[in-house]
């Protein structure tokens, strides 16, 4: 599902040039993901538009936010977003694999969040764009998961979306890296269908898992749900 246009309060994002479109799921985990302490530093693993990094500055107003994205195209729409939205001098982009990022970075973050590569054996498109930002070969969980434990402070937690079916791959990943599942939110497409995707967060520090439901369509199916709206209304022009 993808929508026309996204607002930022005083800044909208139109429809990329690159292969990537964007779509609910970055709106969600932007929407859903852990806030950084003030004065924090927040980090967006494979970008792409640069939806999900405007989401945290949007919502997350003295902190400085990071983003890492390897493909070009992908970054021409990034660093043209970035540049035209409010939130411009807290904003900076990074092109490179994820794995030299983590491992020549120096900061320590309060949150890391990712809407991840996730078709992990499927059949590849003939676009090598969307090929390398869609499958985890260009990313794999245990590399996600790996710089994620390295770049988190103590008190940090990395938030990713996942299809609900890979989500017990990455959440070992996580816990081989000494990250705790620590908060879930299952997502539902319609009422009474099945769970489609995860919104999962992890820390450093063992704590009690805390689990939510979200459908995202009504239960008249008119539309999106209350609950839908209140999570993400904020960064919809239409909604």
Known sequence: MANDYFAFKR???RQPRSAMRVGTDGVLLGAWCDSAPAGGRMLDVG??????ALI?????????????EIDEGSCLDA???????????????????????????TVRYDRIVSNPPYFVASLKSPDPARTAARHAESLSYADLAAGAARLLVSSGR???????????DFAASALNEGLYHVRALA?????????RR????????RQDLQEETLVIEAEDRRGDSARYKELTGDFYLKM
């Open 11 to 13: 800044f909208t994002v």
């Open 47 to 52: 970008t792409g538009t640069g939806v999900i």
């Open 56 to 68: 945290l500055a949007q919502r997350n107003p003295s902190a400085r936010i990071d983003a890492v």
């Open 79 to 105: 660093e043209g977003n970035f540049a035209a939205s409010p939130w411009a001098d807290r904003l900076t982009l990074y092109r490179r694999p994820f794995a030299d990022f983590a491992a020549g970075c």
């Open 158 to 168: 990395l938030s990713v979306i996942l299809p609900a079916e890979t989500a017990c």
């Open 187 to 195: 997502v539902h497409t319609v009422p009474g269908g099945p769970v």
């Open 198 to 205: 995860l919104c999962a967060e992890f820390s450093p520090r």
